[in-house]
């Protein structure tokens, strides 16, 4: 049963360009949504998260959206640069167990120079 | 501050054996958990202990086990190795459920079963 839908696979940006990847949930138990970001041959590495008490989350180039009624969350990565070129996983959880978490299949991104 | 630790990097085994990987959490972290990592999917969770007692269990079969020590290191354990096993398997800390907070993974460990 997949619990967390990621999209799209793959993305291609110009630099400067912005990047959006999008997740939806089905468990409204869920109540913790990160995002990470994994370069090849590395674990993946907690990039911002969001609680659904508040709708959207910045932390530098990085925008967690949220929208609660419609169990979708998204990540947006504006000014996006070559360095950003990873695969990023959304992720569900509850609030209090953060190392229980279900993962979305990846978005592998490429920013083109 | 050392991340977390896993061991070995890489492994290469054949089907029908047993292996067993090894992860040391953050210090100060109590709570270990383990995930599969299929090429192209996303990590799976399979076990999450806390104070050497599991604290859940994903949909995994019975040849996978683990354990978690005094020390907070945990083992993951697989039996009778099948062709689908190989994978990226993840470890990562965190401080202590029921308390909040994220989690941290370390780099994982190639398994390989021919």
């Known amino acids: 049963q997949q619990q967390v839908k990621q999209s799209p696979q793959s993305l291609i940006v110009q630099k400067g360009g912005i990047s959006i990847i999008n997740c939806a949930y089905e468990n409204t138990a869920f109540d913790y949504f990160p995002w990470y970001q994994q370069f090849p041959g590395k674990g993946p590495a907690l990039l911002i998260a969001?609680?659904?008490?508040?709708s959207e989350k910045k932390e530098g180039r990085f925008t967690i959206s949220f929208n609660k009624s419609a169990k979708q969350f998204s990540l947006h990565i504006m000014d996006s640069q070559p360095g950003d070129s990873a695969t990023y996983f959304c992720?569900?959880?509850?609030?209090?167990?953060?190392?229980?978490?279900?993962f979305g299949d990846g978005t592998t991104l490429t920013v083109k120079p | 501050d050392a991340g977390v630790t896993q061991s070995p990097t890489h492994l290469i085994k054949t089907r029908g054996q047993h292996v067993t990987l090894r992860c040391s959490p953050i210090?100060?972290?109590?709570?270990v958990s383990w995930y599969q990592q299929v090429l192209g999917q996303g990590p799976q969770f399979i076990f999450q202990y806390y104070e050497k007692e599991e604290r859940g269990r994903g949909n995994f079969p019975d040849r996978f086990s683990a354990r978690q020590f005094p020390n907070y290191s945990s083992e993951l354990n697989v039996n009778a190795l099948l062709l689908g096993d190989s994978a990226l398997y993840l470890c990562?800390?965190?401080?202590?459920?029921?308390?909040?907070?994220?989690?941290?993974f370390g780099p994982g460990t190639r398994l390989t079963v021919t």
């Open positions: 969001i609680r659904p008490d508040v």
């Open positions: 992720a569900a959880s509850r609030r209090t167990n953060a190392g229980k978490s279900t």
């Open positions: 990562a800390s965190s401080s202590r459920p029921g308390t909040g907070g994220e989690q941290y």
């Open positions: 210090s100060g972290h109590k709570s």
